[in-house]
């Protein structure tokens, strides 16, 4: 049988006919990349029904239930006709939204248990891109749970005031993003579900309950006021709350005492300042989830 040759240009020919083509690497592709986490966020939790409804049912619960029975302690109002749930409301509005960020960065441990993140982090798209899709989508998703809550303002004698609402949502959009980074970071080195949700219900509550919601910052103990003043939602249930109270008819006096605002050591701390400490927090966090994603599989 006789040898056959194959000429230079033959195979060069064969080379390029078997050649796998694979997608470039670059910026559209992590944009793209971005956009699709986005997406599926969104599409995981609106075809989930019964969890935008349950979520909502600790802030009800919160607001009518626990607002109503501690202003029989608080009197029908604590001043100027300022009931206890118009108080409180600020604190709740973010606690509709605290629990939806963190545990929307919780699927990602859900994720990792059924192999899907294993897929998706091979895709020739950069880490960075995942996080940040999760991130934006986590945020986009707890967002709108606030702005469902947000409807029911009126109810606690909040005025629907268009600046007001506005200024809520940036404020709770704001807060979302820090908290599913704050979630993300947590979930990128968790293999269980299960450790997940015992890990976010040891942080959550206490997040919470040290973050002034349902009670002024002004006149606490030094260790009570130091923990305060470490916690990120502080710096976003504050500057809620001097919104809410800002578009109240009361004195000015009475807005002061019942919406003090933050104090570093007796210095008022600036709205605009308190939101940036908060917004550097999220870029942290997310950074942090990123350098841990690039480790992990």
């Not at 798209?125 to 899709?133: D, E, K, L, N, P």
């Not at 606030?146 to 004698?157: E, K």
Request: proline letters at 5%; charged letters at 10%.
């Amino acid at each position: 049988m006789a040898s056959q040759t194959i000429t230079p240009s033959a195979e060069a020919a064969l080379v390029e006919s078997i050649r796998i083509a694979a997608p470039e690497h670059g910026l559209r592709h992590d944009v793209r990349a971005v956009s699709i986490v986005w997406r599926r966020e969104q599409i995981r939790f609106f075809t989930d029904r019964l969890r935008a409804v349950t979520s909502l049912i600790q802030p009800f619960l919160f607001l009518f239930i626990l607002g109503t029975g501690l202003s029989s302690l608080a009197g029908s109002s604590i001043g100027h006709g300022v009931s206890f749930k118009t108080f409180i409301y600020p604190g709740v509005l973010a606690m509709s939204v605290l629990f939806t960020a963190i545990f929307s960065a919780g699927s990602i441990v859900w994720d990792r248990e059924f192999g899907f993140l294993r897929e998706i982090l091979v895709a020739p798209v950069s880490r960075a891109s995942i996080v940040i899709g999760k991130c934006l989508g986590g945020a986009t998703i707890a967002t709108i749970q606030g702005i469902v809550f947000l409807a029911l303002a009126g109810f606690a004698g909040v005025p629907y005031n268009p600046v007001l609402l506005l200024t809520l949502t940036g404020e709770m959009l704001l807060l979302a993003f820090t908290l599913t980074a704050f979630g993300v970071m947590m979930a990128a080195r968790i293999t269980q579900f299960q450790a997940f949700m015992a890990l976010t219900q040891m942080l959550v509550m206490p997040l919470f309950f040290l973050s002034g919601a349902l009670y002024p910052l002004s006149g606490l103990p030094a260790w009570l006021a130091v923990l305060t003043r470490i916690d990120p939602l502080t710096y976003v249930v504050g500057p809620m709350r001097e919104a809410v109270f800002s578009h109240l008819s009361i004195p000015a006096a009475e807005q002061h005492l019942l919406a003090p605002g933050l104090t570093w050591a007796g210095w008022p701390v600036p709205i605009w300042l308190a939101l940036s400490i908060v917004a550097l927090m999220g870029l942290a966090m997310m950074g942090v989830g990123i350098a841990q994603f690039r480790k992990t599989e």
